[in-house]
């Protein structure tokens, strides 16, 4: 993507942060984030001509509509998006992700935005009657934050057919990689596994480790965004790397790559956790996905810049 006005939300969270690095050399890039969990920080070089942040909520709708002028794509990335921080306080997530979102699509619709890519969740599958998960399969939400990520789903989809404004949702599996905060008490598997490997320490593994997760490093994701962007797609997408791994195995593999062997710890399964994930990535291979990272090279970057 060259010579375009790109709005980030969430943009210097984890997956806004890599895709504001991969945007800021060729185009103009607004970088919206209230750093309740983004960080400043992970903007670290990127901020000048053409990079400029706002620190300000999607809540906050006029804001948003001053922020949207003359912008061609919004990458909106800008939610809670911890299935146990959803537990604790729903009500808390609902007005993030379900009323920032409204405003995100209000704010774009009046704004006369080209395309709207709508950062989704697998979350949204639940416990599916099959392993391999398709975009046509009717969702099955168990967690507030799946619920919301599906209401966001709908918003776009009706944006669309009411308003013209194009959208595309990105349904994300298990996403790790460089800038993913490890010290977060609601840190995905993969820092937290890297945090405690490192210190010497068993990993602590949620339910009996069988259980399965697609992980898709976030260049493969970042790609996939500007992909999205600029092709005629809408509607909804797989994003994942389309292969699965237990969790009991993806210790053992983050063991050898460190040269650690620390064992494993076992607690009880969380409320609201799935116990499969595997995309079917076919569908988003029409506007040109194909992910390039296998999980061990994923890994191995990933540890090298967390360490």
């Known amino acids: 993507m060259k010579n375009r006005k790109v709005a980030i939300t969430g943009g210097a969270g984890f997956i806004g942060a890599n895709l504001a690095k991969e945007l800021a050399a060729n185009n103009s890039v607004i970088i919206i984030d209230n750093l309740s969990v983004g960080k400043k920080e992970n903007l670290i070089d990127l901020l000048g001509e053409n990079v400029k942040f706002v620190e300000g909520s999607i809540g906050d709708l006029s804001l948003l509509k001053s922020l949207f002028k003359n912008v061609d794509f919004i990458f909106h990335q800008a939610a809670i998006s911890s299935v146990p921080k959803s537990i604790e306080d729903p009500l808390a997530t609902n007005e993030t992700n379900v009323t920032g979102t409204l405003n995100v699509l209000l704010a774009a619709r009046d704004s006369g935005v080209k395309k709207v890519i709508y950062a989704s969740s697998a979350a949204v599958y639940g416990d599916a009657p ?4 398709r975009e046509d399969m009717i969702p099955n939400p168990q967690s507030p934050y799946a619920i919301t990520k599906l209401i966001g789903e709908y918003y776009c989809q009706a944006f669309q057919a009411v308003y013209g404004l194009s959208t595309v949702s990105l349904r994300y599996f298990n996403v790790y990689g460089p800038k993913q905060d490890p010290n977060s008490d609601y840190a995905p598997v993969i820092p937290r596994f890297i945090k405690s490997v490192s210190e010497g320490k068993p990993p602590t593994i949620f339910g009996d480790g069988e259980q399965t997760r ?3 490093f976030v260049s493969d ?9 600029e092709s005629d797609a809408t509607g909804v997408f797989n994003i994942g790397q389309g292969r699965r791994v237990t969790i009991s195995e993806l ?5 050898h790559i460190m040269n650690k062997e620390v064992g494993i710890i076992h607690q009880g399964a969380r409320v609201g956790d799935i116990r499969h994930s595997l995309a079917d990535i076919s569908k ?3 506007f040109g996905y194909e992910p390039r990272y296998d999980l061990e090279r994923g890994l191995r970057e990933t540890i090298s810049d967390l360490l």
Do not use: E, G, P
């Open 284 to 286: 988003a291979r029409l």
């Open 214 to 216: 697609d992980f898709v």
């Open 221 to 229: 994701v970042v790609r996939a965004n500007i992909l999205a962007a």
């Open 251 to 255: 210790a053992r593999l983050m063991s």
């Open 130 to 133: 099959v392993l391999l998960v």
